[in-house]
């Protein structure tokens, strides 16, 4: 099973791609802040995850696990955290950085990011290649360093 946060839902959407989740792991399950995030941004394409993707479980948000996360990351992040808390997934679909650190670090959670996600699809022959997908992200305003994308890129044989 897999929990993501809003934004590497909104970048596979972007890119085409979102379905290889749904190849990739059994359960796909998000928050309901995520999903309130995402549709937050009506008449948008990632607002049509949900009735394009029905495969993407939603569920209530669980409560905090102490007071202090609400208070440092967003809605979304932090109801993340707290879902894979109580889910145990294999993976937690976080790209922002502050998220990221205070999920790996502070609660011990198995993370993944967009560009894992993507190369773990290429070696799985679910896509053809990764680096055009990252420099499209890049190109789209998304947060990635070029460090990154060819670290993920020469782990991909690219």
Known sequence: MLIS???????????????ILQHMFPAVKIAASVRLEI??????????LFIDHPWIQVQPDPPMPDTWL???????????????????????????????????QIYRLPLIGT??????????????????????????GYHLQTRLIDQVSETAGE
Do not use: C, W, Y
């Open 115 to 140: 560009a894992g996600i993507l190369l773990r699809a290429k070696m799985r022959g679910l896509i053809p290649a990764v680096r055009p997908l990252l420099l499209d992200l890049q190109t789209k």
């Open 5 to 19: 946060n809003t934004g590497p839902l909104v970048a596979l959407s972007h890119l085409g791609q979102l379905e």
């Open 70 to 104: 609400a208070t440092v990351l967003d809605a979304g992040e932090a109801a993340t955290i707290a879902l894979a808390l109580r889910e145990n997934p294999k993976f937690v679909l976080i790209d922002e950085r502050k998220g990221r650190r205070i999920a790996e």
């Open 39 to 48: 549709t937050a941004s009506a008449g948008k394409p990632a607002a049509r």
